[in-house]
C-alpha cells in the first residue's frame, strides 16, 4: 500500500490518463490493472497478518473470560457501554463515509472524494476523543494494570488481567486508528491535488480497506469489552 | 580488435553507495540481505564456540554462568531470527524469484527495500542489547522469568524481534502478491519451479504466523515494563499461555526455516541429475501441506510443560501427521536420482549431504513426537540435537547448496570447485561429530542449558566440542572461496550448470532490469529430456 | 479500470443494518440468556463484520482469490483458538484414579468451567 | 575411553524399561528407513554419476503408485509410535491408587522435598525400593521442572499450580535429580539426587530425621497459628465450613455448581478465599496470599487431606502439636 502511495508521490500529476503509458504505472508492472490487483492484493494480505495479529489477545481474552466469568463481569461493568455504543455508531458512521470517498473516486468525483475522506477523518476525531475520556477516567480509578491497580473485591487478580486486556486491546486498535488517521490525511491530500481517477485510485481503495478493518476490529471489542454481562447473571 | 564494452549488469550500472542503500531492484536487496545475515551468522558463530569451550568440561570454569546464559540465549536469538529465518528466503529468494518468474521485479520494491531496513533496525535493537548487558532467558523468553525474575535486556532483545518480525511479514507478502501477480506468459502454476512453491508456502507460514509472535513479544514487553499482567500466575494468569502463543508462531516458522531450502535442494537436485524431479506435484502440494498442517502442531512443545493430557495425544497425533509430507519430499529427491545424469558439481555435494543431515534430523523428530519417549528427552540434549539437524543440517545445508548453486549467477564468477567440495564434506564430519554425540548425552539425560554437568557426561560433550572447531573450520573455508571467487573467479558464464529454469536464460550476473525481452514459457520445469541445453 | 461501484443505497442499507445490529446487542446484553449471551453477542458480531467486509470492502465483487484469503484468515485464527482450548477445556477432567495432580492438571481451570454452565439456572 | 560410555541411561524405575523398549523400537525403524535412503542416494549417485555436462537423464517423471506407498506406509508405521507412545504416556502421567506421597517446592534454585512424617530435605530425596511414590509439587517463583532421568518422569513446576511426577524404584542406589527448564544464573546448579533404600532402612531414614511432627501436624500447628480453627469448627457450626471428612468429595458453591475438594482447590481456597465460597457461608475468610508460602500451604492441604476421615475435628483451639488425632495417614489413595 505504502508502496503504491509512495509509487505515486513520486510521479507527476497525472491529469491526462491513458491506461497504457499512464505516469502511476510503475515500470516492472505491465498494466494498470496488474499493479491494482497486486496492490488491493496486497493490502488484503496485511488485513490478514492482523487479523492474527489481534487473534493472539483474542485467544488470552477466551481463555481468562472462561475461567474467570465472575471477574470479567465485575470488571467490564466498569466501562461506559453509553460511550462504547456511541463509539461504535461513530466508527460504523466512519466506515460508511469512507466507501462513499470509495465510490467517489471510482466515479472520478475529486471534489466529493476530498470531503468524505474529510468527513471520516473527522469521525475518527471524535472516537479517539471519546476514547481519550474513556482512558482518562480509568487512570482516575486507578483501573489502570501495575502497581497502582485497585479494584474492590475479591477478584481484583484476574480484574487487573481484563483491565491489561482492555488496554492492550483497545490502545492497539486506537494505535490504529491514528496510523488510519494520518494515511486519510495524505489520500486527502492527493485527492485535493486531483491525483485520482477512475482509472487510477488504488490508494483511495486500499487505505478504504484498512480503514474498514478497524472498524471490524472494533466490532468485535465492543461487545467482547463493554457487553460481558450487562444482564447480571455472574454478580 | 577493441576491447568489447562489458556488458551492463545489476552490479556496475550504479557505483555510489547511495544506488545500493536507495536501491529498490530485488538482487541488490539480496545482497544486501546476505552481507547482514552473514554478520549475523557469524555473530552467532561467536556464540556456539564460546558455548561449546564451556561445555569441554564439566566445571564451570571458562565463564560465569550468567555469561553461559547470555551466551546461548543470544546465540538462539542471532541464529533464529537474523539467520534461519531470513537466510533462504531474503537472500536466495529475494535474488532468484523474480528471475525465476520471468519479471522485473517482486510486486512491491520499495516495500522490499523498507523489510531490509526493518529487519537491519531490528538487528540493532539486538545488538544493542547485546552489547549493554545482553539478555538471559534463553531465545523462547518463557514467562515469568522473563516477564519477572530475569534482570537482563529482554526488553530491547524484544524489541529487536517484534520489529525484525515485520521484516518477515511484509517480505512473505510481497512473496506472495509477486507469485501470484507477477508471473511470465505461460507460466502456470504447474510449471513453476519448485523453489517457487516452497516460498510460496513460506511466505504463507511468514503471513499467518509472525503476527502471533509479535502481539505475543509485544504483551511480554508491556508486562515487563508496564506490569500488566496477561501471563502472571500471581494475579491469576497462566505462564502456559505464553508458550502457547510462543509457539504458535515459533513451531511453524521452523518450516520458514526448512521450507526454501528444501525447494533449493529440489532445484539443485533435478538440474545435477538432468532429470524431472520425481513426482513433481507431490513435491510441491507437500509444501504447502507442510506449511498448512505445521500450524497444527505447537503444542508438542508442551507435553510436559503441564497441558492436559488429551490435548498432548491430539498435539502427537498431529505432529505424525506433518511427518509424512517430509518423509514424501526425501523419497522424491532419491527416486529423482534414479536413472538420472549425476554431475557431481559443488552444489550436488551439498545437496546430498543435506540429505543426509535432514534425514537424521526428521527421523529423530519421531523421538520427540512420541509422548512416551518426549517425556524423558524434552529439554535434554537430544531435543538440542534434533533441531540442530534440521536447522543446521538441513536449513543451513540448504542454504549452502541454494548458494552454490546460484552464485555464479548472482557475482558471475565461478569459485573453486574442489575447495567446495573438500567444505562440503568438512562440514558434514564435523557437524555429525558436533551433534551426533549429544543425542546419547540426551537419552543419558543431560538437560540443555546446563553451564556445569556432572563428570560422566563429559568425554560425549569433548567429542561434541571438537566436531564444532571442525565445523568452525569448514564455515570459515566457504567464507574464504566464496570471497576469493568474487576477485580470482573465472567468468562463469550464463548457464554454467546447464540447466532448466527462466534465471539461466538471462546473463550472468543479471541486467538490472533482469531480461532484454519479456520470456515467455512453453514447457514444464526440469524439462532436461526434451531440452537442447545451451551449451556455453 | 475495472471494480464494482455499488450505488449509494447499498451503502446505506448496510450501514442501517450495521446500526440496528449494535443497538440489538446492547439491546440483547441486558437480557439474561445464561450461558448463551457470550455466543449471541459474538454471532451478530461475525454477522457485522461480515456485513463489512462483504459490501463496504467490496469482497463481494473480488476474485476467488480474495475470498480464499479472507477465509484463510479466519480459518487459522479459529485453528489459534480451538487447539489452543483443547489444552484449557480439557485440563481440568480427571484422567485417571490418581486423581487431581498430574501433569496438566490446573489450579483454577476445573472449577471455574464447572461453575460457568451449572450457574445457568440461579442468577441473581 | 568409549566402551565406558554407556548408550542407555540406568534403569531404576518399573517404568524405564518401557521408555527404553519404545526408544529402541523407534531407533530400529529410523535407522531402518535412514539407512535405506542414505544407501539408495550414494547408490544412485555412484551408478549414474557423470562427467558430461551434456547428458541427459531417463524421462521418469513420477509414480503414483509409489507416492501412495511411501506416504501410507511411513504414516501407518507412525500410528504404530503414537499409539505405544500415547499408552506409555498415560502409564507415566497415572500414578497407582497407592502411593507414597511427598511434596516439594521448587525455587531458584532449590528443590525442596517435604514428607508426610515431617522430614524436610533440600535437593535431596530419600525414597524406598518397590514402592510407588507420587511428589506433588510447584514453585515458588519462575518455571522449573523436576526431573528423574534413571526414572524417566520429568514434569514442569509451575508457579500457582500442582504438577506431579510418580515413580516406583527398583534399583537401590543414588540417582539424578535436575532441574530441566531454565531457570536463571545458577539452573545447572538446581541439582541433586534421590537416594533409594530398602524399605527398612527407609524406615530408619525416617526416624532418625524426625523434626517437629509429622507434615500434617504441622499443618495443624500452622492452621492454629493463624487462627483458622476459630471459624473452621469441626462440628460445622462456625462462620467457616468444617473441613472434617472434607476432602476427596465435592463441595456445593455459593455460587451454584460444585467443586471436587482436591489439593487445587484448598490452595486456591488459602490464597483466594473467596473465588469459591461454600454454599451457606458468607465470603468473610481474608486471603492468605503472601502470609503463607508455598511449603507452608502444603501443610496445611495435607492437615486438610488428615481430616478426610475423621468425625470430628479441628476444634481444639490453643493445642498446637500436642495432637489426639490419629497420626497423619502415610498413604493417599
Redesign the interface.
Known sequence: MSDAIAAHAGAHAAHTAHAVHHPDLQHHFDSLEQQHEAATLGMWLFLITEVLFFGGLFLAYTLYRIWYPVAWAEASRELDIVLGAFNTAVLIGSSLTMAFAVRAAQTGKQRATVVWILLTMALGLVFLIVKYFEYKEKFEHHHVPGPNFAFEGPQAGPAQIYFSLYFLMTGLHATHMIIGFVIMAVIAWMAHKKRFTPEWYTPVEISGLYWHFVDIVWIFLFPLLYLVDRAGHFA | MTVPAPRETYLNHEHTVASWLLTKDHKRIGIMYLVVVTMAFFLGGLFASMIRLELATPA?DLVS??TY?KMFTMHGVAMVFFVLIPAVPAILGNFVLPLMLG?????????NL?SWYVFVIGFLFTIYAMVTGGV???WTF?T??SS???NTNVMMTGLGVFITGFSS?LT???F??TI???RAPGLTWFRLPLFVWSLYSTALVM??????I???V??LA??RF?????F??????????FQ??FW?YSHPAVYIMILPPMGAISEVIATF????I?????VAFSSLAIAVFG??V??HH?F??????????????LT??V??PS??K??????T????????KAPMIWA?AF??LF??GG??G??T????????I???YFVVAHFHFIMVGGAIMGYFAGLHYWWPKITGKMYSDIWAKVAAVIVFVGFNLTFGPQF?LG???M????????PEFQ??NVLSSAGASILAVGYILVAIYLVASIFYGEEAGDNP??ATGLEWTTQSPPLP?NFEVQPVVTEEAYE????E?K?V | MAGHISPKSTYYAIFGALMVLTAVTVGVAFVNLGSFNFPVAIGIAITKATLVILFFMHAKYSSTLTKMFVGTAFFFLFILLTLSLTDYLSRGLKTYPGGAGGAGYGVRTESSMETRPATGGEGH | MFSGIPLLPEQASTLAADVDALYLFIVAVTAFFGILTTIAVIYFAAKYRTDDPLKVGARIHGSIPLELAWSIIPFLITIVIFAWASSVFFDLQRPPDQTLEIYATGKRWMWKFQHLDGQNEINELHVPVGRAVKVTFTSEDVLHSMYFPAFRVKADAIPGRYSSVWFSATKVGEFHLFCAEYCGTNHSGMVGRVVVMEPTEYESWLTGNVGGGSLAQRGERLFNDLACNTCHLGDGRGRGPSLARKFGASERLASGGTVPVDEAYVRESILMPQAKVVDGYQPLMPTFQGLVSEENVLALVEYVKSLRNQDVAVSRAGAPGESANPPAPQENR
Open positions: 564451570g554462568a550468567d546464559n519479471a522485473k521485479d517482486v510486486a512491491f520494491p520499495k516495500l523498507l538471559d532467558t534463553g518463557y515469568p522469568y519477572r525474575a530475569s511479514i512473505g507478502l510481497n506472495m502478491v501470484h501477480r507477477m503471513v499467518l504466523g509472525t503476527p502471533v509479535a502481539i505475543t509485544l504483551a508491556i508486562e508496564l506490569h500488566f499482567g496477561i502472571d500466575p500471581v494475579i491469576g494468569g497462566d505462564p502456559v499461555l502457547h502463543m504458535f541429475s538432468r532429470k524431472s520425481f513426482g513433481y506435484s507431490f500450524f497444527l505447537w503444542a508442551l510436559v510443560a503441564g497441558i492436559s493430557v488429551y490435548s498432548a495425544l491430539v498435539f502427537s497425533f505424525y501427521a511427518a509424512i518423509a514424501v526425501t523419497f522424491n529427491w532419491a527416486a536420482m534414479y536413472r538420472g545424469a549425476i554431475w557431481l546430498i540429505l543426509g534425514l537424521v527421523l529423530t519421531l523421538f513426537a512420541a509422548l512416551g519417549v518426549d517425556v524423558h524434552h529439554d535434554t546419547l537419552y543419558l539425560g538437560p540443555r542449558r546446563y553451564h556445569v554437568y556432572p568425554v560425549l550448470w546447464h532490469h532436461y529430456s526434451k531440452r541445453i551449451v
